[in-house]
């Protein structure tokens, strides 16, 4: 059974840093993608960024393109999420999610069928 176990969130000031990270067990997953999704209060669950685990391809939303960087750990099964340069519309539940797409990288919510429990990101201005 895959499992997905997110750490690192917390508070942090505008400007500072976080990296997150999403320790994945059940599988093998050196066919899948592993993603980052956030939802901020009262809005939808949206894409932040993910990796495809072989090829190490990389995909961002817009908002966080040169701010944010995904990457992974083979031998700890480790996904991190490097945040810098944060800002209060960073703030957000960060949830880890895995899909097994062979041929592209996912973007959407429901194409994802694994997902981690969230941890909590809070940026003060």
């Known amino acids: 059974q895959v499992q997905l176990v997110e750490s690192g969130g917390g508070l942090v000031q505008a400007g500072g840093s976080l990296r997150l990270s999403c320790a994945a067990s059940?599988?093998?997953?050196?066919?899948?993608?592993m993603g980052w999704f956030r939802q901020a209060p009262g809005k939808e669950r949206e894409f932040v960024a993910a990796?495809?685990?072989?090829?190490?391809?990389?995909r961002y939303t817009d908002r966080v393109k040169g701010r944010f960087t995904i990457s992974r750990e083979n031998a700890k099964n480790t996904v991190y999420l490097q945040m810098n340069s944060l800002v209060s519309e960073d703030t957000a539940v960060y949830y880890c999610?895995?899909?097994?797409?062979?041929?592209?990288?996912?973007?959407?919510?429901?194409?994802?069928?694994?997902w981690g429990q969230g941890t909590q990101v809070t940026v003060s201005s």
């Open positions: 999610a895995a899909d097994r797409s062979p041929y592209r990288i996912p973007t959407t919510v429901t194409e994802y069928d694994y």
């Open positions: 059940g599988r093998t997953f050196s066919d899948y993608v």
């Open positions: 990796v495809r685990w072989s090829s190490y391809v990389t």
